[in-house]
C-alpha cells in the first residue's frame, strides 16, 4: 500500500521558517518525482514544486509562490520528502500535501496533510 | 484568480449526469494533458482522471473526461450522494513552468 505521512506542521511568526517532512512507504521512491501541493483555509489546491528522481538529476522546479522561498529536497535513504519554508507570511497560512508524482505532473497518491498557521 | 475557470457550483438529483468544465488557454489546457482530483469535505484530494480522458485504477467508468481546444470537461453519471465533493481541474503550464489548478467546483446532489 502507498503511504504518504506530512509532519512538521505548526504555529509559526511571520518571517520564521519551517520544514515540513514526509515519510514515505509502499513503493520505489527511489524512482518516483515528488511534489508539494497546499489549500489555504476555503480555498483551492495550489501547487508548489516538485523534485525529480535521481536518474533526472533531482532537479526541482517551483511555483512562482515558491520560488525564492521554499526549497524542496529529498533523501532517497530515508524515503523522504522535505519542503523547507522561509520568510513565512500569514498568506501561507495552508495545508500542505505531499504526494507521488506521475508522469512527471499527476499527483496520484496524496498524504493526509499537515496544517501551518503563520500568525504573530 | 485560478488560472484554469471552472464553475463555482453545480447541483443535480441523485442518478443524473452532471458536467463540470474547466477552461484555459493554449500554454495548459490547450496544448497539454488535464487530470482531474476529487476531494471529499476534510480529506485530502483523489486522483481521478488523467491524460484528458484515463481512469487511474479503481477509479469507476462513471467518472470521465474529456477535451477540446482550451476547455476541458468532467462528467459524473449515475450520481450519488457519496460524490458530493469539491473537483478540480490541473494542466502543466507550458509558460509558467508549473501545475496550474482551477478554482474548483462542489458538486451537490439534491
Known amino acids: 500500500e502507498v503511504r504518504l505521512v506530512e509532519s512538521g506542521g505548526d504555529v509559526v511568526q511571520p518571517g520564521g521558517s519551517l520544514r515540513l517532512s514526509c515519510a514515505t512507504s509502499g513503493f520505489n521512491f527511489r524512482a518516483h518525482y515528488l511534489g508539494w501541493v497546499r489549500q489555504a483555509p476555503g480555498k483551492g489546491l495550489e501547487w508548489l514544486g516538485r523534485?525529480?528522481?535521481?536518474?533526472?538529476?533531482?532537479?526541482?522546479d517551483y511555483a512562482a509562490s515558491a520560488e525564492g522561498r521554499f526549497t524542496i529536497s529529498r533523501d532517497d535513504s530515508e524515503n523522504s520528502l522535505y519542503l523547507h519554508m522561509s520568510s513565512l507570511t500569514t498568506e501561507d497560512s495552508a495545508v500542505y500535501y505531499c504526494?507521488?508524482?506521475?508522469?512527471?505532473?499527476?499527483?496520484?497518491?496524496w498524504g493526509q496533510g499537515t496544517q501551518v498557521t503563520v500568525s504573530s | 484568480q485560478s488560472v484554469l475557470t471552472q464553475p463555482p457550483s453545480v447541483s443535480t438529483a441523485p442518478g443524473q449526469k452532471v458536467t463540470i468544465s474547466c477552461s484555459g488557454g493554449n500554454s495548459n489546457v490547450g496544448n497539454n494533458f488535464v487530470s482531474w482530483y476529487q476531494q471529499l469535505p476534510g480529506t485530502a484530494p483523489k486522483f481521478l482522471i488523467y491524460?484528458?480522458?484515463k481512469r487511474p485504477s479503481g477509479i469507476p467508468d462513471r467518472f470521465s473526461g474529456s477535451k477540446s481546444g482550451t476547455s476541458a470537461t468532467l462528467a459524473i453519471t449515475g450520481l450519488q450522494t457519496g460524490d458530493e465533493a469539491d473537483y478540480y481541474c490541473a494542466a502543466w503550464d507550458s509558460n509558467l513552468g508549473a501545475v496550474v489548478f482551477g478554482g474548483g467546483t462542489k458538486v451537490t446532489v439534491l
Open positions: 491524460d484528458n480522458d
Open positions: 523534485i525529480r528522481n535521481k536518474a533526472n538529476g533531482d532537479i526541482t
Open positions: 504526494g507521488r508524482v506521475f508522469k512527471s505532473q499527476y499527483v496520484d497518491f
